[in-house]
């Protein structure tokens, strides 16, 4: 190290720190090479620096100062040091500094789902899956098929199914009973807000046909009164609660599996909403897997876990001793759920005006007013932020009106933010369907984030004009992204993983080309539904970091946000407008720096600083073969 050997002494310190907080992180080889080169860089008197540089790529940034670039490199500690020209980037660093040469790829920041159920997605891939299924014989034959592999007694749980696949009716108690008489069964619709379960189960729940519905939910009976088995939103409790608890263990595997799968997909940041309806298991989730993963530096993705509105005196006193967030950076809190009503496919849904195909209803109302009112007036003078679910038009306009008689958080286009400042900002949760312009408008005078899932219109597209007539059922007022755009609301894309797949490539391409969806009747869904390829990517980027309050850490490439990146085959922005089928696949993801997916894709370029300026615009037809020369460390997934 240059300087006398007193400097010298005065870095031992950090170095012998460094190297020990990594040696302790179990498994993770990325992190301990990561400590190892900190410790040779100040040896040898270059202090904190470059720990990889990445060139020869399109690097969309999300920045509006700065759109796009062709290099970036990282520093050690998996932050974002510079984005320029690969020859700016490459005359960085030194000999220790891996250089990484992507080979003409797109690069976009980390993708952000701004709406999943982590655990419950993870667990949901080892359970009965029944999307796609179209007639009640593959319904019967699937469930039938998890029976003979399960044990007397054992739960058999499922989801996805949507009774549009196959004509309209509702699967019944009579279509399991006789395939699954020793187990019980609870089986989600897609939207979870339904679920159809068996006599076994009601058996054990204790249900019988003098059950009444419970407030904010629905049990179905038939003309002579006797159980369907359909049970909707919070009468599917009486059920749920009695299948047994997921044990620690089981919830740190789904976790792992849950982050496996969305890596995958090119996701490196979630907002989790987590069991909102079971306050203990949320905090339990949070307290006794989350922070322990954090804690081991096992948490592969990076997490904003929301708890139940109703704990938000606890949530308020957590973050009076721990702040938001984790020292490790992956794990954040602060955030608060609660539901203003139902969904669309189970007619809960809380609309001004009655179902079209049911004019006896107009939805159900999930957290009354006044009890939602005064948690969210509360809850807000803490400083935490908030997130309603609101299907229903009327939903959306109570929950506007909510959060406009709030002090004021923050105003203008936040989308477009070049700041590293976070604001809380407050969300809706779905805001799938308007009453007119004037909803846009309170929208945005209210602040908030609209965090929308896309994916639903491909499933709704079937329903949408029989539940609510040609009228309410238009672009602008249903599946209305690009009409709060256009009004200035800030946008960010959900999958509402598991009800529709964790699939952010789909997602952004069913909002590219939503004015080419078909109705029943035939007539094409648009026109004033799609978005333009830049806005999706924005939605799943910037408006991501918005809506998880994490906007001075990820969602833009740029110096000093957290080196989380996502590299695709070729440029994104110029197929999500053609067929799905050309979008290209993620090709690798990173987080803080750090390979979490296609790990083994890109060689490493020679150690040594170049010595002259070198060639590195993109081949027109990038080699995507692995070298059997030096390749990056994988971390979790090769």
Known sequence: MAGDGASKRAWLPLCLSLLGAALWLPQDTDRVTAAWQQVLQLAIGAGPSVASVYFNATIWTGNAEAPTAKA?????????????????????????????????????????????????????????????????????????????????????????????????ELPSITWVDHVTPKNPVLLSRMDMHMAIVNSEALRVAGLSDSAESPPGGRVDKDSEGKLTGILADHAMTLVSRHIPKQTHHDKHNALQTAARHLLSKGVTTVCDMGAVQDSADAWDTLEKVYMPAADEGTLPVRLMAMVPLPTWRKLHDWVLSRGKSHPGGRLHWGGLKDFADGSLGSRTALMHQPYTDDSSSRGVRLTPKGNLQEMVTAADKTGLQIALHAIGDRANDEVAALYRALPPVTRGNIMNSTSNAAVRHHRVEHAQHLSGPQALEALREAGVVAVTNPLHLLTDIDIIEARLGKGRAKPGLAFPSKALLQAGVAVAFGSDWPVMPAEPLATMHTAVNSDNLTLPSGALWGPGASVSPEEALRAHTVGGAIACNLESEVGVLRPGMRADFSIFQHNLLETLTGDLSAVPEVTATFVDGQCSFGCSTFPLAPSHAPSATPSVEPSPTPSMAPSTAHRTAPSAQS
């Open 72 to 168: 970036f490199a990282c520093s050690l500690d998996g932050h974002i040091l510079a984005v320029s020209s690969s020859a700016d980037i490459l005359a960085m660093g030194n000999h220790l500094t891996k250089r990484v040469d992507l080979q003409g790829s797109f690069v976009t920041p980390g993708l952000i789902d701004a709406h999943v159920h982590m655990l419950i997605g993870g667990s949901s891939l080892q359970q009965i899956d029944l999307r796609g299924i179209a007639n009640k014989a593959d319904f019967v034959a699937a469930v039938q098929d998890a029976a003979v592999e399960a044990s007397p007694g054992d739960w058999l749980l499922g989801h996805g199914w949507a009774e549009a696949n196959w004509g309209g």
